[in-house]
């Protein structure tokens, strides 16, 4: 009788201790924090600092605007986007650094960078190897296999504008600049008049870099050229007619980056990219292109999580980032807006589209 009893007691006790234990998870679990989402990473690499600190922070800003939109949302298919930001200063050794770190950290699906010509081609050899999706802001590169999609038209394209801008008949004609778009200008204007030895041209098109470009027209309007310089974007910086001075009036840029205050239908747009942080200056003509880039990443990132069930750099490399990018990485029929610099009033929109 007394072992009955005393199987009893502690068959009480065990239930006691079961109950106390579940009691105990249950208050344990209310107290936790809830699930963290999953979060998967965009890579952004711009020069933050140096001479052209002005791309960066035209492309932070956009960058963080459309991260925080999209999570607004709900993310991508569940996923949280987060932003991974590194400053090369345009320089190509720093750009190989950020380059490398972005490719070491898993969780970083995709690129967007370098903004320079020289930066990316340095970075463009690193994420290829490592099989990571670049999408180029800001400078065209000859088309290759690798992993890379532009937020630009073909240079072809490009250099089919610049040569439209003004005519050419029985003029003189030269480029400044190298690169795939001078390549393809080049090509264009094979067999076209080059002014004679230690003459000008009449018409110099450009693709130097704004302060390169200001420097070289400020020489010449200074020995005594009274002719026509046509740039591409780059000469959409304020750098440039800061150089320049008086000699910047008239030359003229091709662009297929509208400036947001050019277009009205972004005056919330632009409310919005100045809310983004404290003293944000208005957004420049890199702000609206890597806020669109960020969008094209999370559309392939969303199309390769619907695949794959999860984010992975050959599922966004697989899907793309739309059908409006061409078969070398760049975009379809994309717009090319002309602007003229106007003394003392900055730069002004002389046609729609080309």
């Known amino acids: 009788m007394l072992w009955i009893l005393r199987q009893r007691c502690l068959q009480s006790r065990l239930a006691r201790c079961v109950l106390s234990v579940l009691l105990l998870s249950t208050l344990l679990s209310a107290c936790l924090p809830p699930q963290l989402p999953r979060v998967v990473k965009i890579g952004l690499v711009a020069p933050f600092e140096g001479r052209y600190r002005y791309v960066g922070y035209d492309a932070i800003y956009a960058a963080r605007l459309a991260v925080r939109e999209i999570n607004a949302a709900g993310g991508v298919a569940g996923w949280m986007l987060e932003l991974t930001a590194y400053d090369d200063r345009a320089d190509p050794e720093m750009a190989r650094t950020a380059a490398r770190n972005l490719i070491t950290d898993p969780d970083v699906i995709a690129v967007i960078g370098h903004y320079r010509q020289a930066s990316t081609l340095a970075a463009r050899a690193l994420y290829a190897e490592a099989g990571m999706p670049l ?40 480029v400044w600049g190298d690169g795939a778009l001078a390549a393809a200008l080049n090509d264009a204007l094979r067999g076209h008049s080059s002014p004679p030895a230690m003459a000008f041209p009449d018409v110099v098109f450009s693709t130097l870099p704004p302060v390169e470009a200001a420097t070289r027209l400020a020489a010449w309007r ?39 205050q050019d277009d009205p239908a972004l005056a919330a747009w632009r409310t919005a990219y100045r809310a983004v942080g404290p003293h944000v200056p208005e957004p420049g003509v890199y702000a609206r292109a890597t806020y669109d880039a960020v969008y094209a990443l999370a559309g392939a990132l969303a ?42 009033k900055g730069p002004r929109r002389i046609n729609g589209r080309q």
């Open 135 to 174: 999408l180029v802001v800001g400078t065209w590169l000859t088309p290759t296999t690798t992993p890379v999609w532009f937020m630009l038209p073909a240079p072809e394209q490009a250099a089919t504008t610049l040569l439209s801008v003004v005519p050419l008949t029985n003029t003189t004609v030269t």
């Open 303 to 344: 199309a390769a999580i619907g695949t794959e069930g999860r984010p992975s750099r050959a599922g966004v490399w697989t899907n793309g980032p739309g059908a409006a990018w061409d078969t070398t990485g760049y975009r379809n029929d994309m717009p090319l807006y002309v602007y003229v610099w106007e003394q003392g």
């Open 222 to 260: 200074a020995a005594g050229w009274d002719g026509t310089l046509i740039g591409d974007m780059e000469l959409a910086a304020s750098e440039f007619v800061a150089v320049a001075g008086a000699a910047g009036e008239g030359a003229l840029f091709v662009t297929p980056y509208r400036l947001p």
